[in-house]
């Protein structure tokens, strides 16, 4: 770890990494995330929070994320770097998602982020990732009864439920917001019939997904929508 004197921090960074300051990103398919939290008692203070659309899905073709959009990323954790100094390497923690996971030519964008980050880099499985969003979101919850959480990201979907702060089954289907949008939402096909392609492969995808967790369906319970795609629908409904 490098010394706060050989880093050139100030006091009021000093500060904050002696209170041991935790950084996480959230790579996601369509935003990705920054969260400064300071540790408590038992729980996390969070202090900052940013949110940028880079759509690193957009345009991807032949399972190849475009250069375009690698650019994009590039951008924004150059300004999402600008926040991190004050926080050590070891408190860094950067998660990727469904688009570098599904990604052929993700590799060579990864290493770019070890050697930005350090060795806190890790692209986690879609269980994984519905695993976290359900501890997340549960926490923030006001009742504890059986519940199932679903996050509709950029290239996937992740579903997990359970009756605590932890998930019994999690799941992650491969329809998104940003894949179906490039996928049938242009030119060559109109808004009605683009909707009903896309439906069709959601419904497809959760039927397959039906087969494969049929306990997803076995009780009854609270379903909550959870991140970007969920509340820009929230608004339009209003």
Request: hydrophobic fraction near 40%; include cysteine; glycine fraction near 10%.
């Amino acid at each position: 770890q490098r010394t706060i004197k050989e880093k050139g921090l100030s006091r009021e960074a000093e500060e904050r990494i002696d209170s041991g300051l935790i950084a996480a990103i959230d790579l996601g398919s369509n935003s990705f995330h920054l969260l400064l939290a300071a540790p408590g008692e038992g729980s996390f203070h969070v202090v900052e929070t940013l949110k940028e659309k880079v759509q690193l899905l957009a345009g991807s073709h032949n399972g190849e994320i475009q250069d375009a959009a690698f650019e994009r990323a590039r951008n924004c954790l150059r300004r999402f770097r600008q926040r991190l100094a004050a926080v050590s390497p070891e408190r860094t923690f950067v998660r990727g998602t469904y688009a570098l996971r599904q990604a052929v030519n993700a590799d060579k964008f990864v290493g770019e982020l070890c050697d930005w980050f350090g060795p806190q880099v890790e692209v986690i499985s879609g269980d994984q990732e519905a695993s976290l969003i359900y501890q997340a979101v549960s926490r923030g919850l006001a009742f504890e009864a059986n519940k199932m959480i679903v996050d509709i990201g950029g290239g996937s979907t992740e579903l997990a439920r359970g009756n605590g702060v932890d998930a019994t089954v999690c799941a992650s289907v491969n329809v998104g917001c940003v894949a179906l949008s490039d996928k049938y939402f242009n030119a060559d096909h109109r808004q009605t019939e683009s909707f009903r392609l896309a439906k069709r492969d959601v419904v497809l995808a959760m039927t397959s997904l039906q087969g494969s967790h049929p306990e997803f369906w076995r009780e009854r319970g609270v379903i909550v929508g959870t991140s970007g795609t969920i509340e820009s629908v929230q608004t339009v409904l209003k």
